[in-house]
Protein backbone atom coordinates (compact mmCIF):
# COMPACT_ATOMS: atom_id res chain seq x y z
CA UNK A 1 0.00 0.00 0.00
CA UNK A 2 1.70 3.57 -1.13
CA UNK A 3 0.94 6.92 0.36
CA UNK A 4 1.96 9.90 -1.34
CA UNK A 5 1.88 13.21 0.14
CA UNK A 6 2.94 17.13 -0.58
CA UNK A 7 3.08 19.49 1.94
CA UNK A 8 4.23 23.10 1.30
CA UNK A 9 7.63 22.45 -0.57
CA UNK A 10 8.01 18.56 0.51
CA UNK A 11 7.48 15.39 -0.97
CA UNK A 12 7.04 12.04 1.11
CA UNK A 13 6.28 8.55 0.60
CA UNK A 14 4.94 6.40 3.03
CA UNK A 15 5.09 2.16 2.30
CA UNK A 16 3.33 -0.59 4.04
CA UNK A 17 4.99 -3.43 2.17
CA UNK A 18 3.25 -5.61 -0.09
CA UNK A 19 6.05 -6.98 -2.51
CA UNK A 20 6.41 -3.35 -4.20
CA UNK A 21 8.71 -3.19 -6.70
CA UNK A 22 11.15 -0.85 -4.07
CA UNK A 23 14.54 -0.50 -6.58
CA UNK A 24 11.96 1.72 -8.89
CA UNK A 25 9.62 3.23 -5.71
CA UNK A 26 12.63 4.22 -3.58
CA UNK A 27 13.63 7.23 -5.93
CA UNK A 28 15.37 9.35 -2.97
CA UNK A 29 15.32 12.39 -5.89
CA UNK A 30 11.71 12.26 -5.71
CA UNK A 31 10.91 12.38 -2.01
CA UNK A 32 12.08 14.53 0.97
CA UNK A 33 11.24 11.88 3.61
CA UNK A 34 10.27 8.28 2.82
CA UNK A 35 8.81 5.84 5.01
CA UNK A 36 8.59 1.84 4.17
CA UNK A 37 7.15 -0.68 7.14
CA UNK A 38 7.24 -4.46 6.38
CA UNK A 39 7.29 -7.20 8.72
CA UNK A 40 10.32 -8.85 6.96
CA UNK A 41 14.14 -7.23 7.13
CA UNK A 42 14.41 -6.05 3.58
CA UNK A 43 18.08 -4.64 4.23
CA UNK A 44 17.11 -0.97 3.31
CA UNK A 45 19.76 0.28 5.99
CA UNK A 46 22.47 -0.84 3.38
CA UNK A 47 20.80 1.97 1.16
CA UNK A 48 21.13 4.64 3.60
CA UNK A 49 17.43 4.43 5.56
CA UNK A 50 17.84 4.38 8.75
CA UNK A 51 16.08 1.30 10.46
CA UNK A 52 13.84 0.73 13.63
CA UNK A 53 12.55 -2.65 14.79
CA UNK A 54 9.42 -3.31 16.91
CA UNK A 55 8.08 -6.32 18.52
CA UNK A 56 4.31 -6.76 17.71
CA UNK A 57 1.28 -8.81 19.08
CA UNK A 58 -0.26 -11.19 16.12
CA UNK A 59 -3.27 -13.01 16.32
CA UNK A 60 -2.18 -15.76 13.95
CA UNK A 61 -5.85 -17.19 12.10
CA UNK A 62 -4.55 -20.81 11.57
CA UNK A 63 -7.61 -23.31 12.71
CA UNK A 64 -10.92 -23.10 13.12
CA UNK A 65 -12.45 -19.21 14.60
CA UNK A 66 -13.22 -21.69 17.86
CA UNK A 67 -9.98 -22.64 18.04
CA UNK A 68 -8.40 -18.84 17.43
CA UNK A 69 -11.25 -18.14 20.17
CA UNK A 70 -10.06 -20.64 22.70
CA UNK A 71 -6.19 -18.94 22.37
CA UNK A 72 -7.63 -15.83 24.01
CA UNK A 73 -7.43 -15.53 27.68
CA UNK A 74 -10.71 -16.47 29.58
CA UNK A 75 -11.39 -13.47 31.13
CA UNK A 76 -11.26 -11.82 27.26
CA UNK A 77 -13.61 -14.16 25.79
CA UNK A 78 -16.06 -13.87 29.07
CA UNK A 79 -16.24 -10.02 28.34
CA UNK A 80 -16.66 -10.70 24.54
CA UNK A 81 -19.41 -13.08 24.85
CA UNK A 82 -21.39 -10.47 27.22
CA UNK A 83 -21.63 -8.11 24.47
CA UNK A 84 -24.42 -10.81 22.74
CA UNK A 85 -26.96 -10.18 26.16
CA UNK A 86 -26.61 -6.08 25.37
CA UNK A 87 -29.26 -5.27 23.02
CA UNK A 88 -28.37 -1.85 22.53
CA UNK A 89 -25.02 -2.49 20.95
CA UNK A 90 -24.35 -3.03 17.52
CA UNK A 91 -21.46 -3.52 15.65
CA UNK A 92 -20.79 -2.35 11.89
CA UNK A 93 -18.18 -4.18 9.38
CA UNK A 94 -16.54 -1.90 6.55
CA UNK A 95 -18.88 1.47 8.50
CA UNK A 96 -18.84 3.98 5.73
CA UNK A 97 -19.34 6.79 8.92
CA UNK A 98 -15.54 7.88 7.91
CA UNK A 99 -16.43 11.54 9.36
CA UNK A 100 -17.54 10.25 12.87
CA UNK A 101 -15.19 7.68 13.08
CA UNK A 102 -12.58 10.26 12.88
CA UNK A 103 -13.58 12.79 15.56
CA UNK A 104 -14.26 9.90 18.01
CA UNK A 105 -10.43 9.55 16.77
CA UNK A 106 -9.52 13.11 17.49
CA UNK A 107 -11.62 13.07 20.41
CA UNK A 108 -9.51 9.91 22.32
CA UNK A 109 -6.24 11.79 21.30
CA UNK A 110 -6.63 14.87 22.51
CA UNK A 111 -8.38 13.81 26.18
CA UNK A 112 -4.92 12.07 26.35
CA UNK A 113 -2.75 15.16 25.86
CA UNK A 114 -1.47 13.71 22.07
CA UNK A 115 -1.85 15.45 18.69
CA UNK A 116 -3.85 13.61 16.18
CA UNK A 117 -2.96 12.20 12.94
CA UNK A 118 -4.16 14.10 9.85
CA UNK A 119 -7.86 12.97 8.06
CA UNK A 120 -5.90 11.46 5.26
CA UNK A 121 -4.43 8.86 7.42
CA UNK A 122 -7.74 6.98 7.66
CA UNK A 123 -8.67 7.35 4.32
CA UNK A 124 -7.30 3.79 3.05
CA UNK A 125 -8.83 2.17 6.11
CA UNK A 126 -12.01 -0.44 6.65
CA UNK A 127 -13.76 0.72 10.19
CA UNK A 128 -15.13 -1.80 12.51
CA UNK A 129 -17.31 -0.09 14.89
CA UNK A 130 -19.38 -0.27 17.70
CA UNK A 131 -22.39 1.61 18.63
CA UNK A 132 -24.51 1.64 21.77
CA UNK A 133 -28.00 3.25 21.39
CA UNK A 134 -27.13 4.47 18.15
CA UNK A 135 -23.91 6.35 19.40
CA UNK A 136 -20.61 5.55 18.42
CA UNK A 137 -18.56 4.07 21.37
CA UNK A 138 -15.41 2.58 19.89
CA UNK A 139 -13.59 1.91 16.34
CA UNK A 140 -10.62 -0.62 15.22
CA UNK A 141 -9.88 0.97 11.90
CA UNK A 142 -7.26 -2.03 9.96
CA UNK A 143 -5.50 -1.49 7.13
CA UNK A 144 -6.23 -4.55 4.56
CA UNK A 145 -2.57 -5.76 3.72
CA UNK A 146 -3.26 -9.13 2.47
CA UNK A 147 -2.97 -11.61 4.06
CA UNK A 148 -2.89 -9.20 6.96
CA UNK A 149 -5.20 -7.09 8.68
CA UNK A 150 -3.33 -4.18 10.38
CA UNK A 151 -4.61 -2.33 13.34
CA UNK A 152 -4.31 1.48 12.24
CA UNK A 153 -5.79 2.46 15.82
CA UNK A 154 -7.90 1.46 18.84
CA UNK A 155 -9.72 4.52 20.28
CA UNK A 156 -13.44 4.71 22.20
CA UNK A 157 -15.12 7.25 24.23
CA UNK A 158 -13.66 5.40 27.63
CA UNK A 159 -11.51 8.33 28.02
CA UNK A 160 -14.67 10.48 27.70
CA UNK A 161 -16.89 8.34 30.50
CA UNK A 162 -14.20 7.93 32.74
CA UNK A 163 -15.34 7.52 36.09
CA UNK A 164 -18.87 8.87 35.52
CA UNK A 165 -20.06 6.26 34.61
CA UNK A 166 -18.76 2.98 35.32
CA UNK A 167 -20.72 0.44 34.16
CA UNK A 168 -20.85 2.39 31.00
CA UNK A 169 -17.14 2.32 31.31
CA UNK A 170 -16.76 -1.54 31.04
CA UNK A 171 -19.35 -1.71 28.00
CA UNK A 172 -17.17 0.67 26.15
CA UNK A 173 -14.25 -2.23 27.16
CA UNK A 174 -16.33 -5.35 26.17
CA UNK A 175 -17.37 -4.23 22.46
CA UNK A 176 -14.04 -2.46 22.00
CA UNK A 177 -12.59 -7.10 22.54
CA UNK A 178 -15.72 -8.10 20.35
CA UNK A 179 -14.22 -5.42 17.62
CA UNK A 180 -11.35 -7.18 17.69
CA UNK A 181 -13.15 -10.97 17.41
CA UNK A 182 -14.96 -9.60 14.62
CA UNK A 183 -12.08 -8.52 13.03
CA UNK A 184 -10.20 -12.16 13.65
CA UNK A 185 -13.65 -13.44 12.30
CA UNK A 186 -14.23 -11.53 9.10
CA UNK A 187 -10.17 -11.95 8.28
CA UNK A 188 -10.57 -15.74 8.77
CA UNK A 189 -13.70 -16.07 6.55
CA UNK A 190 -11.54 -14.56 3.72
CA UNK A 191 -8.57 -16.27 4.02
CA UNK A 192 -5.79 -13.90 6.02
CA UNK A 193 -2.75 -14.88 7.96
CA UNK A 194 -2.89 -12.94 11.04
CA UNK A 195 -4.06 -9.74 12.37
CA UNK A 196 -1.70 -7.55 13.30
CA UNK A 197 -2.90 -5.23 16.82
CA UNK A 198 0.73 -3.14 16.39
CA UNK A 199 3.99 -2.83 18.64
CA UNK A 200 3.94 -4.23 22.10
CA UNK A 201 6.02 -2.07 25.05
CA UNK A 202 6.67 -2.56 28.57
CA UNK A 203 8.50 0.95 29.08
CA UNK A 204 5.61 2.98 31.14
CA UNK A 205 3.07 1.04 33.29
CA UNK A 206 0.19 2.94 31.05
CA UNK A 207 2.19 1.31 27.74
CA UNK A 208 2.21 -2.05 29.61
CA UNK A 209 -1.59 -2.16 30.36
CA UNK A 210 -2.47 -2.24 26.22
CA UNK A 211 0.36 -3.96 25.34
CA UNK A 212 -1.45 -6.50 27.96
CA UNK A 213 -4.83 -6.08 26.43
CA UNK A 214 -2.92 -6.86 22.74
CA UNK A 215 -1.55 -10.38 24.42
CA UNK A 216 -4.92 -11.35 25.93
CA UNK A 217 -6.65 -12.81 22.63
CA UNK A 218 -3.36 -15.00 22.20
CA UNK A 219 -1.09 -12.96 20.51
CA UNK A 220 2.19 -14.06 19.65
CA UNK A 221 5.39 -12.06 19.17
CA UNK A 222 5.95 -10.90 15.16
CA UNK A 223 8.64 -8.24 13.88
CA UNK A 224 8.10 -4.93 12.29
CA UNK A 225 10.88 -3.19 10.38
CA UNK A 226 10.46 0.42 9.38
CA UNK A 227 12.76 2.06 7.38
CA UNK A 228 13.43 6.21 6.72
CA UNK A 229 14.96 8.29 4.84
CA UNK A 230 15.36 12.07 4.98
CA UNK A 231 16.67 14.45 2.36
CA UNK A 232 19.02 17.11 3.98
CA UNK A 233 16.60 19.75 3.49
CA UNK A 234 14.03 17.89 5.46
CA UNK A 235 16.27 16.88 8.07
CA UNK A 236 17.66 20.55 8.68
CA UNK A 237 13.61 21.77 8.76
CA UNK A 238 13.49 19.28 11.54
CA UNK A 239 16.15 20.58 13.51
CA UNK A 240 15.11 24.29 13.54
CA UNK A 241 11.39 22.49 14.36
CA UNK A 242 13.08 20.99 17.10
CA UNK A 243 15.19 24.04 18.53
CA UNK A 244 11.95 26.16 17.94
CA UNK A 245 9.56 23.76 19.89
CA UNK A 246 12.56 23.57 22.89
CA UNK A 247 12.60 27.47 22.73
CA UNK A 248 9.18 27.69 23.62
CA UNK A 249 8.75 24.98 26.33
CA UNK A 250 11.83 27.03 28.01
CA UNK A 251 9.46 30.03 27.79
CA UNK A 252 6.58 28.86 29.32
CA UNK A 253 7.93 26.92 32.28
CA UNK A 254 10.43 30.53 33.12
Not at 125 to 150: H, K, R, T, W
Not at 213 to 239: C, N, R
Request: charged content about 30%; some cysteine.
Amino acid sequence: MIFRKNKFFFRSLRVLYQEENLEELLDKSKYDFITVIAYDDLGLEKKGFELKHKKLANIYLDGTIEEICNRFARATWQEIAKTYKIPELEFKIADPDKETTFRLYQEFERAQGRKPWGKDSFSDVMNFNAYYNGEMIASVPCYDLFPCFQVRAMFSKRMEVGEKDKEFYKIIGYATRRLIYEICKYGKERNYTFVGLGSINYSTPQKANVANFKMFFGSKDGDEYTYTYKSKKFATLVKISNILQNMRTGALLK
